[in-house]
Structure formats: C-alpha cells, structure tokens
C-alpha cells in the first residue's frame, strides 16, 4: 500500500509539472483574437461646418418690387450701371420725354441706342407700363421695329434699307425715300440732294423760315441738313 501511494504522488507531480509547462510556454506571445489594430482609437471628428443659407430677398412695396421681383425669377440682367431692373425701367421713364431732342423719335431712340439690347426690350416691356404707361406704345413699337423714323442735321445715304453692321461701323446713316418736313424756328438752314455721283440735284439755303418740305427720290444719292430742325415723314 505504501509502494503504491509513492507511484501515484510522481504521477500526480508529472501532471502538475506539464500543465504548468503549457502555462509557460504562452508567455510574452499576443492574445489569440486581438491586433494592435484593435485598439481603440484616440482621435476626435472634427464637427461639419454648416453653411448659412442665403436669406430670401426683400422687395418693395409697389410697382418698383413688382418689376424686381419679376426679374429676379426670370432671371433678367441690365446693365451693372442700374441696382435694379426697376432703376432702369424709371431711367427709360425720365429719359423718354426728352428723348427726340436729338433728332428721333422715342421708339427709334429705344431701339438705335441701345436700350432693347440683352433683357432690356422684356424689362422695359413689363416695367414701363407699371411706372409710366404713357409711353407703352413707344415700347411695344420699338420692340416690334415699326416705328416712325425722324433725322436731325447730318448726312445720309438713301435707301429704304438699314445700314449694314459694316457700313454702320463706318458712320454709315440711311434714310429711306419719302416726303419730310422740317418744322419750328429755322435761321440760316441749309439742305440738299445728290446723285450717287455727287452732283447737286436740289438745295436750298434758307435764312429764316418756319417750315420746309423737301421731297427725297429713290434714284438720290444723300441727303444734308445742317442747321435745321428735326425733319419728320409727312403722312
């Protein structure tokens, strides 16, 4: 009894001895499951930043907003000279009545300076109605290209055509065939016809006079006036 006794305490201390030789043999390795990737992190998101929304426009009261408004959805530019759409519409208003100072009618004064070109003929066409209806059938006839065509003191070639983007870089002017008639306080007026060779047809040297009517032919070269008044077709 005692012999076995003595077998079974080795064996009992081989047992311990191998299990604590697996127990040592894993030191200093890495846990079976987990990486150094594992490891949480340290670093903190930086927060988003949020842009503003643009805040809606404001308009005014009245026909002026009405007109801005209008062409902020249509998405109308007018010249960088203007704030607004409605700036430029009541700069048309105030320069209208005095627009045929000049020797021409207003439609043809808002179509041959300029003022339809870009958006202007869709603004004015909306915005002067608004701020000064009396000048709508101006607009309407500008925009359509029919309207009456006046001349001041110049020189101008005859022809029922308008000038060529050449010839009117050149200074080129027309002025159809037809009656005109020059009307007001007249002293020391002066106007005459040509051939298209140059020579004189007709001319007229007027020291003082109301009125004077000249007739052009479709065979005349150029017509001049010089200190004379606005001559108008006669109808």
């Known amino acids: 009894m005692r012999a076995i006794h003595g077998v079974g305490a080795v064996a009992?201390?081989?047992?311990?001895?191998?299990?604590l030789s697996g127990c040592g043999s894993d030191e200093g390795k890495p846990v079976v499951g987990l990486s150094p990737s594992a490891a949480p992190s340290t670093e903190v998101a930086e927060p988003e930043e949020l842009e503003e929304p643009t805040p809606e426009p404001v308009y005014p009261v009245?026909?002026?907003?009405e007109i801005d408004e209008l062409a902020d959805e249509k998405g109308w530019v007018v010249d960088d000279l203007y704030e607004s759409a409605s700036g430029f519409v009541q700069d048309i208003c105030d320069s209208l009545p005095t627009s045929g100072a000049g020797g021409?009618?207003?439609?043809?004064?808002?179509?041959e300076?300029?003022?339809l070109e870009g958006d202007g003929a869709a603004v004015l066409t909306v915005g002067v109605p608004k701020l000064c209806p009396e000048w709508s059938k101006a607009v309407k006839q500008a925009v359509a290209g029919?309207?009456?065509?006046?001349?001041?003191d110049g020189t101008y070639v005859v022809s029922s055509k308008p000038p060529?983007?050449?010839?009117?870089?050149a200074g080129v002017v027309t002025i159809p065939p037809g009656t005109y008639r020059a009307?007001?306080?007249m002293e020391d007026c002066y106007w005459e016809r040509t051939s298209k060779g140059g020579e004189i047809i007709d001319n007229q040297f007027a020291t003082s006079a109301q009125?004077?009517?000249?007739?052009?032919?479709p065979s005349d070269g150029q017509f001049t006036a010089e200190r004379c008044e606005v001559w108008k077709p006669v109808k």
Not at 12 to 19: E, H, L
Not at 104 to 111: F, N
Not at 146 to 152: D, I, M, S, T
Not at 211 to 217: F, H
Request: aromatic share 8%; net charge neutral.
């Open 211 to 217: 009125s004077i009517t000249v007739t052009i032919a």
């Open 113 to 115: 300076s300029g003022q």
């Open 62 to 65: 009245g026909p002026e907003g």
């Open 164 to 169: 060529t983007a050449e010839e009117a870089e």
């Open 183 to 185: 009307k007001g306080r």
């Open 104 to 111: 021409a009618s207003r439609p043809q004064w808002l179509a």
């Open 12 to 19: 009992a201390g081989v047992v311990v001895a191998v299990v």
């Open 146 to 152: 029919k309207y009456e065509r006046w001349f001041g």
